[in-house]
C-alpha cells in the first residue's frame, strides 16, 4: 500500500496515567494505520482504552511513549501551530456527550470550528448553513442549542464537524446516547460522508451493529489489539450497497 | 481566531453572568471616578490659581527677608527639638531687621534695579467720606509691585509713584459704602481708620478710590493701596514711636531688572542674596507653595483611589477564576478545535481588558455627570466668593490615561486566570463535570 494512503500511522502507541503505584496503563504498545477513505471501528469493554487511543490519534492527547505519524510526519514533532490547524480543518470530532455551548444558538455553535480558523462572517454563515442542510436542520439555526432534542444535538455536533472539511471525523460513541431510530438517523449521516466526500471514519462504539457496517473493526482489551478483522473488499462493497 | 471574534466573545461572555460582572465593574469605576475626580478637582484648583497668578502677572520681583528668619520660621515649622549655642551675631533683633543699609546691599545686587521697605500695614476699616458714615472691616495693603495687574471692574491701575494716596477696592465693598455702581466709586474719596501700635489711638486717612477690582484669590478680598496711602497708614500706626523704626522692616521688595525677568535669571539674583545672607521668593515660588499644599491633599485622595483600584483587581482576578471554572468544558471544546494557547489567553485577557474598559467608562460618564451638577452648585455656595474657579475641570488626556492605567491593570489582574484558562488541557476539560 503506497504510503499516501495512510492518514494516521501509530506506532508502539503506550499510555500510562497517574504515577507510580496509583498508574493506569490505557494503552500498551498499540500498532495502528488509518487509511484514507476506510471507515474504522473501535471496540471493546468499558475501560479497554477506546477513547484513549481515539484522543491520540487525533492528537487530543500525547502518548506517553511511541509515534504519532500523520500525513508521514511525527506529530510530536510538528509545531504547535501545525497540529492545532490540523485539528481544526484536518479533523472533526464528535462527542457521545455532544459538548455543545448549550447557551449559544445551534448558528454559533456550527460556525465555532470557523471562528477559530479565521473564516470571514459572511463565508461562515454560508458554510454553516450548507452544513445544517446536510444534516437536515436549516430550520433550526436560530434556536438555543440546549432547546433540541438528543438526536438534534448530535446532528449539530455533526455539522460542527464538517464545516471546515475535514479528511477524518473521531466519532466516540456518537450514538451512545441516542435511542436507536435517532442512532440510526446519525450512522446514515456519518456513512454517507464517508460516501459522497470521501471522509475517513473513526468510530469509538460498543455497538456490534454499528461496529460491523465499517470497513474494519479492531477490538481493545487492556490497551492493547487483541483482534483485528477486516471484510473482505467485496464484502465492504455489499454491505456499502446494503446501507443505501 | 481574528482580533475582531476575540473581542466579540469576551465581550458577550462577560454578560453571561450580569450580576457578577456588574458589581466587578461597579468596584473598578469607584476607583477610577474617585481618581477622576480628584484630578479633576486638582485640575481646577491649579488652574484657577494660575489663571490668577496670569492675571495678577508680575513675575518681576523678589520679596527678601533676612536669612536666619527663614531659617527660624523652618525650624518652627518642622518642630526641630534642637538647643543651639549663642552667638552674638545671631542677635535676633539685629538679624531680623532690615534697615536702609540692606537696600543699598541689595540695590547694589546685580540683576535688581530697585529696593524698597515691604510695608505691612494693618488697617481696621473703611468709611465713605461723609461723617458719621457706617464703619465696615476692611483689610487694605501696599501693593509690593507696580507691576502687578489687578482684575479691574472699574476704573485704573494704581499709580505707585503719584503723591496721591490711592486705593483700588474690592468690588463688594461699593454697594456698602453707598455708590450707586462701580463706575460711580471711581474717583471719590473714603476714608480708612487704623490703630497706633503704642498709643491704641484710632485715626483716619483719607484716600481715593482709582479703581474696583473684581474678587480673588490673589489678596484675599483684600483692598490695594500705592505708597503714598501705605505711609498715611503707617504714620497712624506708628504714632508714638521714633523716627528709627520708620526706616526699618522685616522684608524688602526688590525690583528686578529688565533683563532679568526669566526664571533663570531670578534664580542667579537669589543666588547671590543668598551668599549675601538673605532668602527671597519670587511669586512663582509663592504660589508653587501654595500649589504643593493642594497636590498633598489630591494625592491622598488619589491613593484612595488607586487603593479602592486595587481591591477591584482582585475583584476582577475572582471573577475571572470563576468565569474560567464554569467554562472550562468550552475551553475544552475550543482547544479540541484547535484554538491556540496564546488565543484562549486573549480571550480571557480581553475579557479583563473589557471590564477596565467599562469600569473606566462608566466612570469617566458619571465624572462628567457630576462635574455637570457640582461645579455650579459650588459656584453658587461655597466658591460664590470667588467667581471664575470653576471645582471641577478635566484634562482630556488625563481622563484617558486614566482609563487605559485603568485597563491595564484589568488585564495584569486577567493574566493569572487567563493563564489557568490557556494551560488546560482539552480532554480532561471535556471531562471536567
Ligand atoms: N485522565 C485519566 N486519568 C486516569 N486514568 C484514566 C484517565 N482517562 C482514562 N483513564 C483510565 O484509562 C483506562 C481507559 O480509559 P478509556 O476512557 O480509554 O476507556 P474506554 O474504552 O473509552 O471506556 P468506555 O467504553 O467506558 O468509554 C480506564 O481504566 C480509565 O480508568
Ligand atoms: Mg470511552
Not at chain 2, 475571572?320 to 494557547?341: N, P
Request: proline share 3%; net charge neutral.
Amino acid at each position: 500500500m503506497p504510503k499516501n494512503n495512510t492518514v494516521i500511522s501509530i506506532r508502539n502507541v503506550t499510555k500510562i496515567y497517574g504515577h507510580g503505584d496509583s498508574s493506569v496503563t490505557a494503552l500498551n504498545g498499540v500498532n495502528l494505520d488509518i487509511k484514507r477513505g476506510e471507515t474504522l471501528a473501535i471496540v471493546g469493554k468499558s475501560g479497554s482504552g477506546k477513547s484513549t487511543l481515539a484522543h491520540i490519534l487525533a492528537t487530543l492527547d500525547q502518548p506517553t511513549s511511541g509515534e504519532v505519524v500523520i500525513d508521514g510526519k511525527n506529530s510530536a514533532k510538528l509545531p504547535r501551530r501545525v497540529v492545532n490547524r490540523l485539528r481544526n480543518r484536518t479533523f472533526g470530532f464528535v462527542f457521545q456527550q455532544f459538548y455543545m455551548n448549550s447557551r449559544d444558538t445551534v448558528l454559533n455553535n456550527v460556525m465555532l470550528p470557523m471562528v477559530i480558523a479565521g473564516v470571514k462572517p459572511s463565508t461562515r454563515r454560508k458554510r454553516a448553513m450548507e452544513a445544517l442542510k446536510t444534516v437536515e436542520l436549516a430550520d433550526k439555526v436560530k434556536s438555543k442549542a440546549n432547546d433540541l432534542s438528543g438526536g438534534q444535538k448530535q446532528r449539530v455536533c455533526i455539522a460542527r464537524a464538517i464545516v471546515n472539511n475535514p479528511a477524518v471525523i473521531f466519532a466516540d460513541e456518537p450514538t451512545g446516547n441516542l435511542d436507536s431510530a435517532t442512532g440510526d438517523v446519525i450512522q446514515k449521516l456519518l456513512f454517507d460522508l464517508n460516501r459522497t466526500k470521501g471522509i475517513t471514519l473513526v468510530i469509538v462504539t460498543h455497538d456490534m451493529e454499528l461496529a460491523a457496517k465499517c470497513d474494519r473493526q479492531i477490538h481493545i482489551k487492556d490497551g492493547q489489539i487483541i483482534d483485528e478483522s477486516q471484510d473482505a473488499t467485496d464484502s465492504v462493497k455489499s454491505a456499502k450497497g446494503d446501507r443505501k | 481566531m481574528k482580533l475582531y471574534d476575540m473581542i466579540r466573545m469576551g465581550n458577550s461572555n462577560l454578560w453571561r453572568n450580569k450580576s457578577r460582572t456588574f458589581l466587578t465593574i461597579l468596584a473598578i469605576f469607584i476607583g477610577a471616578f474617585t481618581i477622576m475626580m480628584t484630578t479633576g478637582i486638582n485640575t481646577g484648583v491649579n488652574n484657577y490659581i494660575d489663571r490668577q497668578v496670569a492675571a495678577v502677572g508680575s513675575e518681576d520681583y523678589l520679596q527678601v527677608m533676612p536669612a536666619q528668619m527663614a531659617e527660624q520660621f523652618e525650624s518652627l515649622m518642622s518642630g526641630s527639638n534642637e538647643v543651639r549655642e549663642y552667638k552674638p551675631e545671631d542677635n535676633s533683633t539685629t538679624s531680623q531687621i532690615l534697615t536702609d543699609e540692606d537696600i543699598t546691599k541689595i540695590e547694589s545686587v546685580d540683576g535688581i534695579d530697585s529696593a524698597k521697605f515691604y510695608t505691612m500695614v494693618t488697617t481696621d476699616y473703611v468709611a465713605n467720606g461723609q461723617d458719621g458714615a457706617t464703619k465696615y472691616q476692611m483689610n487694605a495693603s501696599v501693593m509690593p509691585t507696580a507691576s502687578m495687574k489687578l482684575d479691574l471692574a472699574a476704573g485704573s491701575d494704581l499709580d505707585m509713584d503719584n503723591d496721591e494716596a490711592q486705593i483700588v477696592l474690592p468690588d463688594k465693598y461699593v454697594k456698602p459704602l453707598g455708590f450707586a455702581s462701580n463706575e460711580d466709586a471711581v474717583g471719590k474719596t473714603i476714608k480708612i481708620g487704623a490703630t497706633s501700635q503704642v498709643t491704641q489711638q484710632t485715626d483716619e486717612a483719607e484716600v481715593k478710590i482709582v479703581g474696583v477690582q473684581n474678587a480673588s484669590v490673589v489678596g484675599m478680598g483684600s483692598a490695594w493701596m500705592n505708597d503714598k496711602a501705605g505711609q498715611l497708614i503707617e504714620d497712624i500706626t506708628m504714632a508714638g514711636l521714633p523716627q528709627e523704626y520708620r526706616n526699618q522692616a522685616n522684608a524688602i521688595v526688590a525690583q528686578l531688572d529688565k533683563d532679568h525677568i526669566s526664571e533663570e535669571a531670578a534664580s542667579k539674583v537669589k543666588e547671590q542674596l543668598e551668599d549675601m545672607g538673605y532668602s527671597s521668593m519670587t511669586l512663582t515660588d509663592t504660589v508653587s507653595m501654595i500649589k504643593s499644599f493642594f497636590d498633598a491633599i489630591t494625592t491622598v485622595l488619589t491613593i484612595f483611589g488607586a487603593i479602592s483600584l486595587l481591591a477591584a483587581a482582585i475583584g476582577i482576578i475572582n471573577t475571572l477564576y470563576m468565569s474560567v471554572q464554569e467554562r472550562t468544558r468550552e475551553i475544552g471544546l475550543m482547544k479540541a478545535m484547535g484554538l491556540s494557547r496564546a488565543k484562549i489567553f486573549g480571550m480571557f485577557s480581553l475579557e479583563a481588558i473589557a471590564l477596565g474598559f467599562w469600569g473606566g467608562i462608566i466612570g469617566l460618564a458619571v465624572a462628567f455627570i457630576a462635574r455637570a451638577i457640582v461645579n455650579p452648585l459650588a459656584s453658587r455656595t461655597f466658591l460664590a466668593s470667588l467667581p471664575g474657579f470653576t471645582l471641577i475641570e478635566f484634562n482630556p488626556l488625563y481622563l484617558l490615561i486614566i482609563v487605559l492605567i485603568v485597563m491595564a491593570i484589568a488585564f495584569l489582574a486577567g493574566t493569572l486566570p487567563a493563564r489557568r484558562a490557556a494551560n488546560k488541557d482539552p480532554i480532561e476539560s471535556l471531562r471536567y463535570e
